[in-house]
């Protein structure tokens, strides 16, 4: 019998619900999708619970109706401006006489997360970067190691209340209960990213429509997070406002004749589009559109490549930059990351899920395809079943962001 999971990804952009049963052999395999417009969120952020609700309930009514199932939990994605993250230790003792145990690993995890946090914050993710055993450095897997001492080194990547709540509410409202919160970055990560890219070191860069989400991997493990408050509606925008057209214009022509090198597009290529207060369409340049285009995709590798650099670990990233979400898209901005990085550049669209239709094996949809792998990866094997509650822990913390 297969489990089914199901994934929310709540983006500025558009709101996505996927649902795919997993097999006992560990497969996926996509059985229902839906895709709308979204509506009262702002770079990541619900800013209108009751416009984004509805939005939500859109998507996850499209999906359910192609999957003919109901379902009743989801793993969602989490972004914003309001994310922040550290790195944290913590250390427990091992009984003599037996083997480090799952309950060992998570006691060092509590330990790592026993730390102040603000009032009005929340820890979201606690994930292990290495551990090490009586002084013994770098191990990745402690379980079923011997050893009288157990120490981890974690990432701790933190939100705040207020924004954590917000996007509860609108997911409960459908009656869905949350599996499980996951930072973007790391749902896109598990769809695009290949393990020897994650064991060697890898920038990814999650270029969303209101945020850029960048993670690093060393290791096999996430090292550094951090989402900037730039995307793709900040290219469109500039497109608006240099051609005089309306943002909806704006952004089919970005995505229909964008380029981020107008070097490669030919000075007599026009095309047409209406500006604001004429009826008919009139010529515009295509390499002129890449000209505004360029100058805003510099500034986002630029400050991808900052933070990249702030981190610490731009030595350590043989593997380079992958490249993912809807603005990854934009042709040329792989060939214009190369000559920013000087480093490897690939485009990464997600893998390993069956039956899915190529319109959602894109960039733009790498963070709902990668929640899905998430659930699979991470999840607990009782968690997947659509008929299961929450996980109790998790229940327990999201009771306590809501009134009442």
């Known amino acids: 019998m297969s489990d089914i999971i199901a994934a929310i990804d709540v983006g500025t952009t558009k709101i996505c619900t996927f649902i795919a049963e997993a097999s006992p052999e560990g ?35 499209l999906a359910e109706h192609e999957a003919g199932t109901t379902i009743r939990n989801a793993y969602v ?15 427990v003792a091992i009984p003599r006489g037996r083997s480090i ?142 051609l005089r057209v309306p943002f909806d214009t704006a952004e089919q022509l970005k995505i229909r004749y964008g380029h981020a090198l107008p070097d490669w597009v030919a000075e007599d290529e026009n095309v047409s589009a209406a500006a604001f207060g004429d009826a008919q369409s009139q010529p515009i340049s295509r390499r002129y559109i890449a000209e505004i285009l360029e100058a805003r995709t510099e500034e986002i590798l630029h400050l991808i490549q900052r933070e990249i650099k702030r981190s610490g670990y731009d030595g350590l990233l043989p593997a380079g930059v992958v490249l993912t979400g809807g603005s990854a898209q934009l042709q040329g901005a792989k060939e214009l990351g190369r000559a920013i990085f000087r480093l490897p550049v690939r485009t990464g669209a997600p893998e390993g899920i069956a039956n899915a239709h190529r319109q959602w094996l894109t960039p733009a949809h790498a963070t709902g395809m990668g929640l899905l792998l998430w659930g699979l990866r991470h999840g607990p094997s009782e968690s997947v079943r659509r008929s299961s509650p929450l996980v109790p822990n998790v229940r327990e913390w999201l009771q306590g962001l809501l009134p009442g």
């Open 77 to 91: 994605g989490i972004v914003g401006g309001h994310i922040s993250s550290h790195n944290g230790d913590g250390a």
């Open 101 to 242: 145990t799952r309950q060992d690993v998570e006691r060092a995890l509590d330990a790592a997360r026993a730390i102040p946090v603000p009032s009005d914050r929340e820890i979201i993710h606690t994930i292990a970067r290495s551990f090490t055993i009586d002084q013994q450095e770098g191990v990745q897997e402690p379980i079923g190691m011997h050893g009288y001492r157990l120490e981890v080194n974690a990432h701790i990547i933190t939100g705040a209340t207020a924004a954590i709540s917000n996007l509860v509410k609108c997911i409960q409202s459908n009656g869905v209960a949350i599996e499980e919160l996951v930072l973007e970055p790391l749902a896109s990560g598990e769809a695009v990213l290949t393990a020897d890219e994650r064991d060697m070191g890898v920038a990814l860069a999650d270029i969303g429509g209101g945020t850029t989400d960048v993670a690093i991997f060393l290791e096999g493990s996430v090292w550094h997070t951090i989402v900037l408050d730039i995307g793709g509606d900040n290219l469109t925008r500039d497109l608006a406002v240099g």
């Open 27 to 61: 497969r996926l395999r996509l059985i229902g999708a839906g895709r709308v417009r979204s509506q009262g969120l702002r770079r990541g952020v619900v800013v209108n619970v009751s416009a984004a609700s509805q939005a939500i309930a859109e998507s996850i009514e």
